[in-house]
């Protein structure tokens, strides 16, 4: 079953306009929930990692947040350049280190 | 600065053939992965390594074997290729030190034809 799901699919913003992407999951004993960025034809890039309820980690535009059920990337004044597929991982206990990916979403910003 | 790289940004192979895509990465990580991407399957792991000759199957091994012979390198065996192994293959290493975020190299396209 799917442990990390992330939502929308894709979202198109203009330059200029916030918005959040939602990172929501399922598993138990959660060790660490990872955001990467990645471009396309390229290899995801890590952004950021989130350990505990209320744990917020910021980025220039980007600033992620974790709640005991979700995390939501936050992007403030998004520009052209942003705009690539983020993705989102959790890590569980003993798992030896193994990550679960979510689908990702992919941002689109226009001028 | 972490580095991992790949042998091949693009690869085109015949069906049937035996295909061999190596990973090196430089900052001495314990644990190595390899991943296949697919537009709307996200990224589904393959194999991965949490030591020398160390490995444990992903989601989707079937078709693949792996080989780590040094720490710092992890090599991806097709063993015959098949059309529907057509896809962007990802290695990825990580350390246990620290964060465990994982470092992922740039990528293989590989077209099985």
């Known amino acids: 079953e799917d442990q990390v799901t992330q939502s929308p699919e894709a979202l198109r913003l203009q330059e200029g306009e916030s918005s959040s992407l939602n990172c929501s999951y399922t598993?138990?004993?959660?060790?660490?929930l990872f955001w990467y960025r990645q471009d396309p034809g390229k290899g995801p890039e890590f952004l950021f990692t989130l350990y505990s309820a209320g744990e917020e980690k910021e980025k220039e535009r980007l600033k992620a947040t974790l709640t005991k059920k979700e995390s939501f990337l936050h992007i403030t004044a998004p520009k052209p350049e942003d705009s690539a597929t983020y993705l989102c991982a959790v890590r569980r206990g003993s798992t030896l280190g193994r990550l679960y990916f979510g689908r990702g979403t992919q941002l689109t910003v226009w001028p | 600065d972490v580095k991992v790289t790949q042998s091949s940004r693009y690869l085109v192979k015949r069906t049937g053939e035996k295909v061999f895509l190596e990973c090196v990465q430089d900052m001495d990580h314990e644990n190595m992965f390899w991943y296949r991407q697919d537009p709307g399957l996200g990224l589904r792991l393959i194999y991965f390594s949490y030591d020398v000759k160390m490995k444990e199957k992903g989601d989707i091994p079937e078709g693949y074997s792996v080989s780590r012979e040094k720490k710092e390198r992890f090599s991806l065996i097709l063993e015959s290729a098949s059309t529907n192994q057509t896809s962007m293959y990802l290695c990825a290493s990580q350390s246990l030190a620290g964060g465990h975020e994982q470092y992922f190299g740039p990528g293989t396209r590989l077209t099985v034809t």
């Open positions: 598993v138990s004993g959660l060790r660490g």
